[in-house]
């Protein structure tokens, strides 16, 4: 077994080994995000419409993680659902346990962030209880709200007003079923043209501007547009990771043997993805966009090869596994709890009308800390064992 995947310990006994390094990139991959919305605090609090300075691209870590998810799902599930050794109802089974217990908790932890922050809008309307209970009902049923409906309890039309960044789970959720139900059955001729298909309408969406953001970070709404887009976003990065899976699985059967890879890839990816996120902002939409020509190019191009060369790396450094393992475990708790502390870091920003990282680093690395010691807290109290006692229990 190559030393790029580690049977790591897993609820299932037959799952298959994990390629530590986009494990630890998943993870570099969150930190970003929540370093992102820090900066995305500091132009919400000051009413800025331009676009968020720092790390401007952070929202494309969401594009990562769909690549990263249709690879590894791909290189899991491909074989042993074509061969029967795993049923449809078995794969949603393994998908509820792996992603519902974090999506439990950080409805929970906003519902408790809401209150906590006084149980007012953003405009400052007070919001009855029984709101904010039908819209936590809504959030742990992954049920999205509707701009203005009145579950949307802090008014700014999120999907999941109490933890906004759940909308990426519900799209995963959808890739998810499509893959499930469609996706590993088809030939890999046919997986090809359809990524090639759903490649061409995110680069019109991307190119042509659809969405009159200017840039790539839709989906977190339940309007016509970001519904489109954010299933264009899930789809391609999708579609592409599982191809991906297909033609190395191919490769190392052809071969018998991995690449050599890029050695400490994990390090010199981690420093690619922050480059990366860190471009500023391209101005100009003749005649295309060039900021969506930026982010797709990252999407079509980068994105792949970091996946590629860190599926084909082995893990020859003690440090670095170590690392790679506890950024993967750590990533998706981080993920799923960080929102709620930062809107609750955005709230203090507003009340003492703080709009500049200058005034209100302090406050900005408490949250980054506190976002990331609640990550640990949920994945080692809740998560993992939460998950080891559904998957005895549900057999």
């Known amino acids: 077994m190559s030393q790029s995947v580690t049977p790591l310990t897993t609820s299932f006994a037959d799952s298959r080994p994990h390629y530590l390094i986009l494990d630890g990139l998943r993870g570099t991959a969150a930190l ?9 605090g500091l132009a919400f609090a000051g009413g800025d419409t331009t676009p968020i300075w720092g790390i401007n691209h952070g929202y494309l870590a969401v594009d990562f993680f769909f690549i990263l998810s249709g690879f590894v799902i791909g290189y899991a599930y491909d074989d042993r659902l074509r061969t029967g050794r795993l049923t449809v109802r078995g794969f949603i089974r393994r998908r509820l ?3 519902h217990p974090m999506i439990i908790a950080g409805a929970v932890i906003g519902a408790v962030a809401f209150f906590a922050g006084g149980g007012t809008k953003w405009d400052g309307t007070h919001v009855t209880t029984s709101l904010v209970m039908l819209s936590l009902l809504c959030a742990l049923f992954m ?7 009145p579950a949307d309890v802090r008014g700014n039309g999120e999907m ?3 933890n906004g960044p759940s909308w990426s789970l519900f799209f995963e959720y959808i890739g998810n079923l499509l893959y499930v139900l469609l996706i590993h059955r088809l030939p890999t001729r046919v997986l090809g043209v359809l990524t090639v298909v759903a490649g061409v309408a995110l680069g019109w969406f991307a190119l042509a501007d659809l969405s009159g953001y200017g840039m790539l970070g839709v989906g977190w709404t339940l309007d016509t547009v970001n519904f489109a887009g954010g299933m264009l976003r899930m789809l391609f990065p999708y579609l592409l990771g599982m191809y991906l899976a297909r033609r190395f699985v191919r490769r190392d059967a052809a071969s018998g043997a ?9 390090w010199i990816a981690s ?7 860190l471009v500023p902002y391209i101005d100009g939409k003749t005649p295309v966009c060039w900021n969506g020509a930026y982010e797709l190019f990252c999407i079509v191009v980068v994105f792949p090869a970091i996946v590629w060369i860190g ?6 450094n003690g440090l670095s596994r170590r690392c790679c393992d506890f950024m993967g475990r750590l990533s998706y708790p981080l993920y799923a709890v960080h929102y709620p502390v930062m809107y609750v870091f955005y709230q203090w920003l507003i ?3 703080t709009y500049t990282l200058a005034g209100s680093w302090p406050q900005a690395l408490l949250a980054v800390g506190v976002s990331i010691v609640l990550a640990l807290v949920a994945l080692k109290c809740y998560d993992e064992p939460f998950r080891r006692w559904l998957s005895r229990k549900w057999k």
């Not at 049920?143 to 409906?149: D, K």
């Not at 991995?258 to 994990?266: E, N, S």
């Not at 599926?311 to 020859?316: G, S, V, Y």
């Open 32 to 40: 970003l995000v929540l370093v992102y919305h820090v900066f995305e």
């Open 97 to 99: 346990i792996r992603l």
């Open 143 to 149: 049920i999205p709200q509707v701009p203005g409906s």
């Open 160 to 162: 999941y007003p109490l």
């Open 258 to 266: 991995r690449r050599r890879g890029v050695r400490g890839w994990f």
């Open 271 to 277: 420093v690619w993805l922050l480059a990366l996120f």
């Open 311 to 316: 599926a084909a790396t082995p893990l020859d």
């Open 351 to 353: 009340a003492h009308e």
